[in-house]
């Protein structure tokens, strides 16, 4: 088919030639060379449809090659040149003897034709029957994707489906190997086409095989989805009956708000793992909707979501419930806590040792006050110790028997405290009121004492002044005072037995308070009656002091009058003078060191003295003092009077021994007169001096005798 067109061509180039150089040919070798054109035409026509049309193609070559024949016959008879005419008939000759080698050629190529028209035949049968496998399988597969039946049942059909269209691979690779062996002999058009075909049915086949696939897949899927969905639906149902289960079981026995917690803890947890199924449960729900069998699925879905919906419902319902409970509990807890602080507290302050109180009066009174409030909260606290016993008693249906039974024992006791609590508390108030009596008495009594010792020793302080001149004054306001100490005694041992009776109950760390107080007064009446002691005392001692002073000053008046009457003293007066005086020495300084010791006791004693008129203080030692002045001028009196006697006797010995000496001295003056010859008023001058003094000294020596 080849060579036809090649020699198509040829002949197509020819004419075309003779027309250019002869200006075209005749109208009977035109019309035959465009025939032959035609025919030519035809042929690859006739090629290109291959096996169907081999046949007419050959009759047309045998038509040709007659019309080759007389193709050569009518050149010959053109009426032409010789040059044209032969080059015509060559032509004609050539076409000729090419006819021929066609009719050869194409002998050969109609063997050839037949073999592969053979294959052809062997080839479109082949591939006719693998179409219209594929058709027949395509429609199965579509069968399946609509069918009823049991989806393992479709899954096993499918698999075998598959298993033959991958043993279909062969089949093609058969057409494709068949397709190749004659490609030879036909156009690339043809081939083209052919490969076309091949490449068509091997996609076909893929489409198929894919096809299957998928289908394979999307029941596996659809196998899967309602295998999942089965799945999932019963262990949600399992789930939910387990929640049923769970919640159809009663509540569980709590006897306290902890445990009560505790179970609704538990019970929050199960909400919790039931509230996490929702999202499962509408993810069923949905998935109900995507699955083969979609219309039981919904209602299974939708049966379990209403079961599901009221096992939550209920376990709302429970959870509220334990809320309440536990509200309860809490509640009953917290107000019978505080109920039992109060008790506790009241029973304390009630019930709290005798021996410890305090021995602060503004503690116990402030005690008393608190304990004389708890009586009126104990009337209030009565609406909420019947309300705590009504909120028990409501939760003993919840309490197990054991814990109820223990309940109500301590219900009893609690009851029975309850009972005796006015009573304790009335009992404390009675000791509290008892104890601030006995603080009342005590301090009324410290003050009482407090005022009279204050009052007293400023008695003390305002009578400290002793005159000399009159100290029975003294004497009696000391008396008095003495008196005044005695009677107080007996409120002081009172004071004393009330502070021992207040230490009997307080603490050692309050008592030194009370003790402090009345610590001071004893001390200050203890002062005070130091004060009057000494006072006493010294009073005596004064009284015997000022005796002693008035009889000594008695001795030494007489002695100073003796001393001062005496003109003329002997021996024996002056000795007797001397001895009287020594013995006044004596008793003066015996009466001066008493004056000393005196005075300090009269300072202890809080008194001092004054003297008689002048209001001027004084002392014993002042006044032993004046003994001793008086004494001092005694002696110097006395001494006085004995040099003025011992002086009288040396100056009448003094004035003898003069004389002698001056009646000497005369008569020496005398004779040294006489022999100086003086002259007689400076001679009787010497005479008269030496007698002036010895007149003078001999005066006094008489006024001394």
């Known amino acids: 088919m080849k060579m036809i067109s090649a020699k198509k061509r040829d002949l197509q180039q020819q004419m075309a030639e003779t027309q250019q150089t002869e200006g075209g040919l005749a109208g009977p070798g035109r019309e035959e060379l465009q025939k032959l054109e035609s025919t030519l035409a035809s042929v690859e026509q006739g090629r290109e449809r291959q096996e169907r049309r081999i046949q007419e193609f050959s009759k047309r070559t045998e038509s040709i090659a007659i019309q080759a024949e007389n193709l050569v016959k009518e050149a010959s008879e053109i009426p032409l040149g010789p040059k044209n005419k032969q080059l015509l008939q060559q032509q004609a000759a050539s076409i000729k003897e090419q006819v021929k080698k066609l009719e050869d050629t194409l002998e050969e190529d109609i063997k050839t034709m037949e073999m592969v028209k053979n294959k052809w035949d062997h080839f479109g049968s082949n591939f006719e029957n693998l179409s219209v496998w594929i058709t027949e399988k395509e429609k199965e597969l579509n069968a399946l994707e609509t069918s009823s039946s049991a989806m393992d049942m479709q899954i096993s059909q499918i698999k075998v489906t598959i298993q033959e269209i991958e043993s279909q691979i062969s089949s093609i690779t058969g057409l494709e190997e068949e397709a190749q062996s004659f490609a030879q002999f036909i156009t690339t058009g043809e081939s083209a086409r052919i490969k076309a075909k091949l490449t068509q049915i091997r996609r076909y086949w893929e489409e198929l095989r894919e096809h299957a696939q998928c289908l394979e897949g999307t029941v596996l899927g659809h196998l899967s989805q309602q295998q999942k969905f089965e799945d999932d639906l019963q262990k949600i149902q399992q789930s939910v009956s387990e929640f049923e289960d769970k919640l159809n079981d009663p509540i569980k026995i709590c006897s306290s708000a902890t445990e009560t917690y505790r179970v609704l803890q538990e019970h929050m ?34 049966a379990l979501q209403q079961r599901y919906e009221g096992t939550l419902r209920k376990a709302k319902e429970r959870q509220t419930a334990l809320e309440d409970l536990l509200a309860h509990w809490q509640r009953l807890e917290k107000e019978l806590s505080s109920f039992l602080t109060w008790l506790e507290r009241c029973e304390a302050m009630a019930s709290s040792p005798e021996m410890g109180m305090s021995a602060d009066r503004v503690k116990v009174e402030g005690e008393l006050q608190l304990i004389q409030a708890l009586q009126g909260e104990v009337v209030s606290q009565a609406s909420s110790y019947s309300s705590l016993l009504q909120l028990k008693e409501s939760l003993f249906s919840i309490t197990s028997k054991e814990d109820v039974k223990m309940t109500r024992v301590h219900l009893e ?79 002081l041992q009172s004071l004393q037995r009330h502070l021992a009776k207040l230490g009997s109950l307080g ?9 402090g107080k009345a610590e001071d007064c004893l001390q200050l009446f203890e002062e005070a009656n130091q004060v009057v002691e000494r006072r006493q005392l010294a009073l005596s001692q004064l009284a015997e002091f000022l005796q002693t002073h008035a009889s000594l000053s008695g001795v030494l008046h007489q002695l100073r009058q003796t001393v001062e009457a005496t003109n003329s003293m002997n021996k024996k007066q002056s000795d007797l003078l001397e001895k009287d005086l020594g013995d006044a020495i004596r008793d003066v300084k015996a009466l001066e060191s008493t004056a000393i010791g005196l005075d300090g006791f009269l300072t202890k004693a809080q008194y001092h003295l004054k003297s008689g008129s002048g209001e001027q203080r004084t002392s014993c030692r002042a006044t032993a003092d004046q003994l001793c002045a008086e004494l001092e001028r005694i002696q110097n009196l006395l001494g006085t009077k004995q040099s003025e006697a011992d002086a009288l006797a040396v100056l009448k010995k003094a004035f003898e021994d003069q004389r002698e000496e001056l009646l000497k001295s005369i008569e020496d003056i005398e004779e040294r007169t006489d022999k100086e010859g003086l002259k007689e008023p400076t001679r009787q001058a010497l005479q008269q001096r030496p007698h002036q003094p010895l007149n003078k000294e001999h005066s006094k020596c008489i006024g001394w005798q």
């Open 269 to 302: 947890d199960l909400c919790q793992a039931l509230e996490s199924l929702s999202s499962t449960v509408t993810a069923l729900s949905a998935s109900a909707r995507k699955v083969v069998h979609r219309e039981s699925c919904l209602q299974e879905a939708a």
């Open 413 to 491: 006791q609690l009851d029975e405290r309850w009972r005796d609590l006015p009573q304790i508390i009335g009992k404390r108030i009675n000791f509290l009121q008892s104890v601030v009596a006995e603080h009342q008495q005590f301090d009324e009594l410290l003050l009482s004492v407090s005022v009279w010792i204050k009052a007293f020793l400023s008695e003390l302080q305002s009578t400290s002044e002793i005159s000399i001149m009159d100290h029975q004054v003294a004497f009696t306001r000391q008396k008095d005072h003495a008196t005044e100490i005695e009677n107080k005694k007996g409120e």
């Open 507 to 515: 603490h050692a760390e309050d008592l030194h308070l009370l003790q």
